[in-house]
T-cell receptor, first 113, second 116 residues
Framework: AQSVTQPDIHITVSEGASLELRCNYS??????LFWYVQSPGQGLQLLLK??????LVQGIKGFEAEFKRSQSSFNLRKPSVHWSDAAEYFC???????????FGTGTRLQVTL | DTEVTQTPKHLVMGMTNKKSLKCEQHMGHRAMYWYKQKAKKPPELMFVYSYEKLSINESVPSRFSPECPNSSLLNLHLHALQPEDSALYLC???????????????FGDGTRLSIL
């Protein structure tokens, strides 16, 4: 069965600093990978997705993620963080024709001014 | 603004009450989902509907009863819930295609449920 690991439970960065959130997956074939963001009291918003092709994918709000098959990773990056980026970030994977999303445990991002 | 609308946003109910959560989407998606999310945890899948038919039930207790009256609506009927059922209940939808895996799910803002 597929699994997703987000090693960092909580990350604090200063506004304007760069950000990288880690995500590792476990699956035998190429999975379908997603990053979602959840602000307090809100649902999940899709930031970006990877299915195939170019391993560097661009998303909304200035986020990007890079798929590295050799490392089974799909890390999320942003060159300059804004205070409004403070939220919970979830990496998720779907495999093949399964419709079930498997989520990582999430990383809580705090942004200091 | 979310394209998946959930009502009510908040619900407080006693353990003997019967209530329903509602979810609506007008994106033409033929797959709809219910998730339960406890504080500081990721969402946990409860049910999946494909073409208005229940396709996945993740061993959810029978006090939760899903219903999909049409392709735009998804309900979750609640009866005799327990305090541990207090959580954020999220609805999601996605397109269905032969290649199901490559379609992202779109989430509503959820219903925060409190059981007294």
């Amino acid at each position: 069965a597929q699994s997703v690991t987000q090693p960092d439970i909580h990350i604090t960065v200063s506004e304007g600093a760069s950000l990288e959130l880690r995500c590792n997956y476990s699956y035998g074939a190429t999975p379908y990978l997603f990053w979602y963001v959840q602000s307090p009291g809100q649902g999940l918003q899709l930031l970006l997705k990877y299915f195939s092709g170019d391993t560097l994918v661009q998303g909304i709000k200035g986020f990007e993620a890079e798929f590295k098959r050799s490392q089974s990773s799909f890390n999320l990056r942003k060159p300059s963080v804004h205070w409004s980026d403070a939220a919970e970030y979830f990496c998720a994977v779907k495999t093949g024709t399964a419709s079930k999303l498997t989520f990582g445990t999430g990383t809580r991002l705090q942004v200091t001014l | 603004d979310t394209e998946v609308t959930q009502t009510p946003k908040h619900l407080v109910m006693g353990m003997t009450n019967k209530k329903s959560l509602k979810c609506e989407q007008h994106m033409g998606h033929r797959a709809m989902y219910w998730y339960k999310q406890k504080a500081k945890k990721p969402p946990e899948l409860m049910f999946v509907y494909s073409y208005e038919k229940l396709s996945i039930n993740e061993s959810v207790p029978s006090r939760f009863s899903p219903e999909c009256p049409n392709s735009s609506l998804l309900n979750l009927h609640l009866h005799a819930l327990q305090p541990e059922d207090s959580a954020l209940y999220l609805c999601a939808s996605s397109p269905l295609s032969i290649l199901l895996g490559n379609q992202p799910q779109h989430f509503g803002d959820g219903t925060r449920l409190s059981i007294l």
